[in-house]
């Protein structure tokens, strides 16, 4: 009843730019903190950046100071601003969101299906 949508992968030469934007959508009552993970092949999935409902944000080493992390919650969507992209940054990137299902009196953990950026020359 509830998904995540990723959108704004791509082919990007190394140094280049994307904007991730993941939008939740169904019987939500509320999100709480949401992310972005990312699996490289062959590799297992690992944290990208996280982001409170409050905007708290957290990033891996690896893409701190080059990622941003953002959400709008009038839009129930997270983004993910991916600056100086490395050929080691290729992998399917996943959103995921804390959700408070309408009805439902626990929160779940939903999942994205993931959308491709490849970095290459």
């Known amino acids: 009843q509830v998904q995540l949508a990723e959108s704004g992968g791509g082919l990007v030469q190394p140094g280049g730019s994307l904007r991730l934007s993941c939008a939740a959508s169904?019987?939500?009552?509320?999100?709480?903190?949401m992310g972005w993970y990312r699996q490289a092949p062959g590799k297992q999935r690992e944290l990208v950046a996280t982001?409170?409902?409050?905007?708290?944000?957290n990033y891996a080493d690896s893409v701190k100071g080059r990622f941003t992390i953002s959400r709008d919650n009038s839009k129930n969507t997270v983004y993910l601003k991916m600056n100086s992209l490395k050929p080691e940054d290729r992998a399917l990137y996943y959103c995921?969101?804390?959700?408070?299902?309408?009805?439902?009196?626990?929160?779940?953990?939903?999942w994205g299906p993931g959308t491709l950026v490849t970095v290459a020359s």
């Open positions: 169904g019987s939500i009552f509320s999100i709480n903190a």
């Open positions: 982001i409170t409902k409050g905007c708290s944000t």
């Open positions: 995921t969101a804390g959700v408070l299902h309408l009805g439902a009196s626990k929160e779940l953990d939903v």
